[in-house]
């Protein structure tokens, strides 16, 4: 607030703060405060106007006459500049566009020569007699100096790599940022304490620095020195760079650019304004800019497959591609010591006593209606006044907020592109009158014009209240032309059509060619009744009346017989259908006859093998063993032929569902060797694991299918092996197509029962009947087709070739997922072999509920040579009766039994007993489809032995219940 007599009063946070002469403040009389856009605060008072600064109160000078004149009152525009009313007449304050950054603000040395920004914003420019400042983006700065290591005084550039790393060049070497501190660089094969011009980072990455004697090109792999004695350049280089085709060009100071392509020097001086050559720029079009000591340059480079393979000095070619530009060009200056390339078509210079801003794309159309493409900042818009003759073509740059920085004898100079620079705001554009065939016309708010307008003339008026600025007019009539064209004010059309049109004129300072305003008005000539869309809507309606008449007729003839040709198709349609819906049936009728022909196969067959082992095992004669042997044999050979047709069936059938679990590779490892390893043993066999050390310990996937596709490769290997050993590898392996882990299986086997023909044959033949078992397969082809199903089933892939010592070796590569975060539907194993003591077995309860006693014998001798004591009971009832006095661990239980099954006695248990009583129930049954399965584990039962039963099976399966109980 402020007061008539006692100055000003602030009051913040309840707090009140006075401020008086004390402060700065020129009188106590306050008139007037007023606080700007950027946050200033002005004040006016009996002795003039002042603004705060730094702390304190300033006069500010070259308002009203003396420090007598009164300041009524301070405000804003919209364009920023202040009105300041006084008792002595309207002043105006315009914000200038630049300032100067000198020793006064932080720089260590007015005179700069070199200017790099890193990537948090900051500036840092480097004085010529020494000494190095960091600007910050708040304006804060910090020296660095000898104390440093920058040794060297005479500083001529700075940089940065494509790393971030800091070098600073100088007239006796180059010296490197290495933490806090510059340490001189010297990489070998580069002179000693060379003259550093210039350094540029390309946006290929490579950091090169200019000296006197040549150049170094740093990139990620390497160092090199490429030195001008070698390419025939005089060593007065000033600037360089490389243009889009990889071409190197050398700006010498006083002879001209040479541009090398990597086979050739070529010097086109003779081409140029000037041979004193002081700044290089390839723009972002690709287009090189030559800077001289009198006037500006041009390079447009050719294009086209062939120009690679033409001499260098015909792709320079001075008549199609160099431009020369002066003053009479609209430049401000013919000196052009730097470049800086913004964007948006604006090219930065310094020069003399000024930066000139070039309007590109104005000063290459040579009818452009504006004479003056450039802007000169200098003195007038807030700099210092000082030269930019003796920079480094590296003395200008754009920093994080648009601002240019350019270096100069005196400081810096910092400019504003937001604001333009001693511009006033252009006057409006007015529509001052009409003219329609030569005839005036009332202006109206829409401008609608009648229909017979042919010609018309449109008259504009604009008020120049400042007679200091030439203003130039442009206009158009969209609809006619979307070129500009140069007007006087009055412009007459002609040929006008009836519809919308917008006149557009824009009005530009002779200054600056972005300050042009643009105005625009609406017209609308009315049409005649014919040319309305009405009209021509209507016409052709009854022209295609007219023609919908003639073509009804034949559309009915045709529609007639595109229904007699509908009904022909319907009716092979359905006699389609039902012969597909026949076949179907009959497959699916094929498919139940063999699951139940083979459920009804299993048990007995098992009981045969298994009684010819016992048999084998109680020591008869010589004759009667090898009797047994091969009844045992052939039988086994029966079963896989059986289980190969039921497995067959389910895939046919498309009763094989995935089940993904979490397993490790050694209980996977566990299973196949139980199960493998006692068929091998009767013929002599030996049977190997190996596993790879990387391969993973835990996967998650279909352990049941997996263990089904190696145990159909695995017991073809032994049925059809005459000798040998029989040997599983597993590996981790890599898929082109996905990133998922997986395991490459390999089962090598001494199998002579396939030839090399016989196998192309087989897999050529699976091909052909991909998901079918139609094909006329044995024993060991009906395996290897269910495991090529099953493989594909997982996405895998199996395939074979001839082991070179006989045999073959079968690759099956399988994907699996990592189970971190999943959660298994059944229990992973752990992450080492299962181990089990006989002692802990011998404890086991174990209840068999079985109604064959063929069965009860086979599955009490299993369970005895696993040393577990079963009792065994013939139904459900016996079995809900023996719960009833003792307390079992496992219940082996058969699903088809009398009087109560084996899925109703296991709904009643769960029913009836804890979740910590339960005994754990596994279903022994031939019944095990994938619908089967699932129907067991909504009764509570834990996985599933199929008949016949394998010790192998048994011996695994109760293993993991064993598990299931001791975490239960």
């Known amino acids: 607030m402020g007061c008539v007599r006692n100055g000003l009063v602030q009051w913040r946070n309840g707090v009140i703060t006075k401020f008086d002469e004390s402060n700065g403040l020129p009188d106590n009389r306050v008139r007037s405060v007023y606080t700007d856009r950027d946050g200033t605060l002005w004040v006016g008072s009996y002795a003039g106007l002042s603004r705060w600064r730094q702390g304190n109160f300033e006069m500010v000078r070259g308002v009203s006459h003396d420090s007598r004149d009164i300041v009524f009152d301070v405000t804003e525009d919209n364009s920023g500049n202040l009105w300041v009313g006084s008792n002595v007449g309207l002043f105006r304050i315009r914000e200038r566009p630049a300032r100067a950054f000198t020793v006064d603000h932080g720089l260590a040395l007015n005179d700069t020569r070199g200017l790099a920004k890193d990537a948090d914003g900051n500036i840092w420019a480097a004085g010529f007699h020494g000494g190095l400042t960091r600007i910050a983006p708040d304006g804060s700065t910090a020296y660095f100096g000898q104390s440093h290591g920058l040794t060297s005084r005479a500083l001529t550039s700075v940089g940065f790599d494509h790393e971030g790393i800091l070098y600073v060049g100088t007239e006796f070497g180059i010296f490197r940022l290495e933490g806090s501190s510059f340490v001189e660089w010297k990489p070998a094969g580069i002179p000693d304490q060379v003259e550093v011009r210039r350094m540029r980072l390309f946006a290929d990455g490579t950091f090169a620095i200019l000296s006197r004697s040549g150049i170094v090109k740093v990139t990620d792999d390497s160092i090199d020195w490429l030195s001008f004695d070698d390419l025939g350049v ?13 071409n190197l060009w050398i700006a010498a100071r006083f002879s001209g650019v040479y541009v090398y392509d990597g086979r050739e020097v070529v010097n086109i001086a003779s081409q140029l304004t000037d041979r004193e050559v002081r700044a290089l720029l390839m723009d972002k079009r690709g287009r090189i800019w ?30 199609n591609r160099v431009r020369r530009f ?81 270096a100069s004898q005196v400081g810096l100079a910092v400019i ?31 401008n609608v014009l009648p229909p017979e307008t042919v010609n018309l003339t449109i008259q504009i008026s604009v008020s120049n209240l400042d007679p200091s600025r030439q203003l130039v007019l442009q206009s158009r009539l969209l609809g006619i032309s979307n070129e500009w064209v140069s007007s006087n ?28 305003a643009v105005s625009q008005f609406k017209l609308h000539i009315q049409p005649h009744f014919y040319q309305t869309t009405a009209f021509k809507v209507l016409l052709p309606v009854l022209l295609s009346f007219v023609i919908a008449v003639l073509v009804w007729h034949l559309t009915r003839r045709n529609h007639i017989r595109q229904l007699e040709l509908t009904r022909l198709v319907e009716q092979r349609t359905v006699e389609y259908s039902e012969a597909t819906k026949l076949a179907e049936e009959a497959n699916n009728a094929k498919t139940v006859f063999l699951a139940n022909v083979g459920r009804d196969l299993l048990p007995p067959l098992g009981n045969i093998i298994e009684l010819a082992e016992a048999m084998e095992a109680s020591s008869p004669d010589a004759q009667q063993r090898a009797y047994l042997q091969e009844m045992a044999r052939d039988g086994r050979s029966l079963l896989q032929m059986i289980n190969g047709l039921l497995d067959m069936a389910k895939l046919e059938s498309g009763a094989v569902e995935l089940n993904p679990v979490a397993f490790t590779v050694d209980s996977l490892v566990n299973h196949m060797t139980s199960l493998i390893e006692p068929l091998a043993s009767r013929k002599g066999l ?8 990387k391969a993973p310990l835990i996967l998650f996937g279909d352990l049941t299918l997996t263990r089904q596709i190696l145990a159909n490769l695995l017991r073809n290997a032994v049925q059809f092996s005459d000798g040998g050993n029989i040997t599983l590898t597993i590996t981790s392996a890599t898929a082109e197509s996905t990133e998922m882990p997986m395991l490459l299986f390999s089962v090598y086997d001494g199998d002579t029962a396939l030839n090399s023909q016989k196998r192309d044959d087989m897999f050529q033949a699976m091909d052909d009947n991909e998901h079918s078992w139609t094909g006329t397969f044995g024993a060991p082809e009906l395996g290897i087709s269910i495991a090529r199903i099953l493989t594909r089933k997982l996405g895998g892939r199996l395939w074979y070739e001839s082991n070179k010592s006989g045999g073959s070796i079968f690759h099956v590569r399988i994907p699996y997922e990592l189970p971190e975060g999943r959660q298994s539907n059944s229990l992973p194993s752990g992450n080492t072999p299962s181990t089990r003591s006989d002692s802990e077995w011998e404890n086991l309860q174990v209840l068999v509920a079985e109604d064959n006693a063929m069965n009860q014998s086979v599955i009490s001798m299993m369970l005895n040579h696993l040393h577990i004591q079963a009792d065994v009971v013939g139904d459900g009832e016996e079995v809900l009766a023996a719960l009833a006095k003792k307390a079992y661990d496992i219940i082996l239980m058969d699903i088809n039994m009398p009087k109560l099954n084996g899925l109703e006695a296991a ?62």
């Not at 005089?234 to 990889?246: H, I, M, S, T």
């Open 234 to 246: 005089p060593k007065e280089a000033n600037d360089f760079l490389y243009d889009a085709d990889g």
């Open 290 to 319: 030559i800077g001289t000591g009198n006037g500006l340059n041009l390079f447009i480079p050719s294009s086209g497959p062939d120009q690679a393979s033409k001499p260098l000095l015909s792709r320079l070619d001075p008549d």
């Open 326 to 406: 002066g003053i009479q060009d609209g430049l401000r200056h013919n000196e052009f010591n730097a470049f800086l390339d913004t964007g948006g078509g604006f090219l930065w210079a310094p020069a003399n006593f000024a930066v000139q801003r070039i309007h590109m794309n104005t000063l290459l159309n040579p009818e452009h209606l504006y004479p003056f493409p450039t802007i000169a900042f200098d003195y007038n818009d807030g700099l210092s006044g000082g030269r930019f003759t003796e920079v480094t073509p590296g003395s200008i740059l754009q920093d994080h907020q648009g601002r240019i920085w350019a």
């Open 416 to 446: 504003r592109q937001d604001i333009p620079g001693n511009i006033s705001p252009l006057p409006p554009v007015q529509l001052a009158g009409l003219r329609v065939n030569g005839k005036p016309y009332p202006i109206q708010p829409n």
């Open 489 to 516: 004010g009055l412009d007459s059309f002609g040929n006008l059509r009836p519809g919308p049109y917008t006149y557009q004129v824009r009005v530009a300072s002779n200054r600056d060619l972005d300050s042009a």
């Open 686 to 693: 030996q049977f190997k694991v190996e596993i790879e050390e």
């Open 907 to 968: 709904r009643q248990i769960r029913a009836n007993y804890s979740r910590a009583h339960q005994p754990i129930i596994i279903p022994v049954t031939a019944y095990a489809f994938a619908e089967d399965m699932k129907n067991y584990a909504e009764h509570g039962m834990f996985r599933c032995i199929p008949k016949p039963i394998q010790l192998g099976n048994l011996s695994s399966v109760l293993e993991e219940a064993v598990q299931l109980r001791t975490i239960r």
